[in-house]
C-alpha cells in the first residue's frame, strides 16, 4: 500500500495521543504469563507485533484476554505453559522472538518458532548461545544464527555472560531464562539498554539484584501477577515531535509518554540541536517514568552523536537523518552499527531513501553523516517493509517540496496503527 504526503502547509497544533508503550506492551504479557495470578496491564499495544506475542503465548496454553486495549492474563506461572500444536509465529518481531526463547530455553517443551522474511534475516546466534550455555537445546538455520529456531527447554544452570552487543532483547531473554535457572545468573554489561524488563521484573517480585555501574545477578525466584500502567510510547512520540520541530508554526502536546532515560536519548538530541522541548508532571507508575511533553518548532542546528548515546535512542536514529536535512551544518551518528540488522538495514535505507529526496547524506560503516540544510523534493521512496523508516520518510515528506509517495506503508501498522491519519490530523488542524 502506498501513501501520498504533500508539504505541511501550516503547523502541527494540539495535543496528540501517542500509541502505548510496545517495548512494556511486550513484556507486560510475556511477563504475565510467566507469573502467578492475574495480570492486568492497560492500555495495551494493539500493533502487528504486540497481537504476535499475544497470538503465541495463547499457542501455549496461556489464557489470554483482550477487551479493547485492556489486557488481562491468568498466568499460571511457567508450568502452565503447553507444548504447541504448531509453529509459534513471532511475525516481524525480534522482541517476541528473543524474549520468548529466554522464557521457554527453562520449559521442558519442544517449540519451534519462525517468523517472517525480514525476522528470518535477523541474528539469534547472539540467544542460542548464551541459552545453550545455561543448558537449553536450541538451533536455527545458518548455523545455529537464524530463525526458524527449535527450541527444546529443560534444567538450566546460571552462567556469568558478558554482553557483547549493547541489547535488551538478549539481556532479557537471559533473565527470563535466569528466572527458571538453578543458582544465579550474572549478566556483565548491557546495561545501557532499554531496562523495561529489569522494572517489571523488580514489580512483579523477581529477585534481581545490582551491582555497581555494569553487572546484575538474578536468582531463581516466582513472579506475581500484578496491574500494570503502560505509558505512551517516546519512540512512536518522537515521529511527531521531529514533525512538529521541523515544521514552522507548530506547538504540539503529548500526554503520559514514557520518560524511562534508557530510552529518552532522543529528547536530549533535539534539545541540543535547539528544538524547544518541554517535560511537565513528571511522575512513576509502576516503576516507570512518564511524564507531558511540549514541542515548538525551531530553526535547528546539526549535532554529532558518539557509540555511548545510541542505545538509549537506537529506534529514533533513522529520524536524526531526518532532523540532519533540515539542520545547519552537519549531524553524524557513529557507533550505530546494530542498524543493520534491524527490521531492514536502516543506515542504507534511510540514506539510499533520503538521497531520491534530494538529501546530502554520506553512509558510514556504522553511522550517517548529513550536512544541511538541504532542500527537501517530494520523490517516490520506499519503506523497505519497515516501520521507522516508512514513518521517518514521511516526516521528511512534510518538508519536502511537491509530494512524496512512500511504498509499503502499511508495515507502520507493526508499531504505530493509524500514524498517518494522526499526523494528517495534526497539520490540517481538525
Ligand atoms: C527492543 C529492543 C531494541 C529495539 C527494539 C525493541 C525491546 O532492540 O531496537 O525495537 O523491546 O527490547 P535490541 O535489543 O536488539 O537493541
Not at 511457567?78 to 524474549?99: F, K, Q, V, Y
Not at 527444546?152 to 556469568?160: F, K, N, W, Y
Not at 515544521?247 to 534508557?262: A, F, M, Q
Not at 509502576?286 to 511524564?291: S, T, Y
Request: net charge negative.
Amino acid at each position: 500500500m502506498d501513501i501520498r504526503l504533500g508539504k505541511a502547509g501550516r503547523g502541527l497544533n494540539g495535543e496528540a495521543c501517542v500509541p502505548p508503550d510496545k517495548s512494556i506492551s511486550h513484556r507486560s504479557a510475556i511477563l504475565g504469563a510467566m507469573a502467578k495470578g492475574r495480570t492486568a496491564a492497560a492500555p495495551f499495544l494493539l500493533s502487528d507485533d504486540c497481537l504476535s506475542t499475544l497470538s503465541c503465548l495463547r499457542s501455549l496454553g496461556v489464557e489470554v484476554e483482550l477487551d479493547g486495549c485492556e489486557l488481562a492474563i491468568e498466568g499460571r506461572g511457567p508450568d502452565g505453559w503447553s507444548e504447541p500444536a504448531g509453529i509459534l509465529d513471532a511475525g516481524n518481531s525480534a522482541t517476541t522472538m528473543r524474549l520468548l526463547c529466554g522464557a521457554l530455553a527453562g520449559r521442558p517443551l519442544a517449540c519451534v518458532i519462525d517468523g517472517d522474511a525480514s525476522l528470518r534475516r535477523r541474528p539469534m546466534g547472539r540467544i542460542v548461545s548464551p541459552l545453550r550455555a545455561m543448558g537449553a537445546d536450541i538451533s536455527g538455520m545458518d548455523d545455529d544464527t537464524r530463525p526458524p529456531l527449535t527450541v527444546r527447554g529443560g534444567r538450566l544452570e546460571g552462567i556469568e555472560h558478558r554482553m557483547e552487543v549493547d541489547s535488551a532483547q538478549v539481556k532479557s531473554a537471559l533473565l527470563l531464562a535466569g528466572l527458571q535457572a538453578r543458582g544465579e545468573t550474572r549478566i556483565v554489561g548491557g546495561r545501557s539498554s532499554r531496562d523495561h524488563t529489569e522494572r517489571m521484573l523488580l514489580l512483579m517480585g523477581a529477585d534481581l539484584e545490582f551491582e555497581g555501574e555494569d553487572t546484575m545477578s538474578i536468582r531463581p525466584s516466582a513472579l506475581a501477577g500484578c496491574k500494570i500502567d503502560i505509558p505512551g510510547d517516546i519512540s512512536s512520540a518522537a515521529f511527531l515531535m521531529a514533525a512538529a520541530a521541523l515544521v514552522p508554526g507548530s506547538h504540539l502536546r503529548l500526554k503520559g509518554v514514557g520518560l524511562n532515560p534508557t530510552r529518552a536519548g532522543f529528547l536530549s538530541a533535539l534539545n541540543t540541536m535547539g528544538a524547544l522541548v518541554m517535560e511537565s508532571d513528571y511522575r512513576e507508575t509502576c516503576n516507570e517514568p512518564r511524564g507531558d511533553l511540549e514541542v515548538r518548532s525551531a530553526s535547528l542546528v546539526g549535532v554529532e552523536v558518539e557509540s555511548d548515546r545510541v542505545p538509549a535512542m537506537i529506534d529514533e536514529v533513522p529520524l536524526l537523518a531526518v532532523l540532519g536535512c533540515a539542520a545547519r551544518g552537519v549531524t553524524v551518528v557513529r557507533g550505530a552499527g546494530e542498524l543493520r540488522v534491524k527490521e531492514s538495514d536502516r543506515i542504507a535505507a534511510i540514506c539510499g531513501e533520503l538521497r531520491k529526496m534530494g538529501a546530502e547524506i554520506k553512509e558510514l560503516p556504522d553511522g550517517f553523516a548529513v550536512s544541511g540544510p538541504a532542500e527537501l523534493r517530494g520523490a517516490v521512496v520506499d519503506s523497505h517493509g519497515d516501520h521507522r523508516i516508512a514513518m521517518a520518510l514521511a516526516v521528511a515528506a512534510l518538508c519536502a517540496e511537491g509530494d512524496t509517495v512512500i511504498s509499503g506503508w502499511e508495515c507502520v501498522n507493526i508499531s504505530f496503527p493509524g500514524f498517518g491519519q494522526t499526523l494528517r490530523h495534526l497539520v490540517s488542524g481538525s
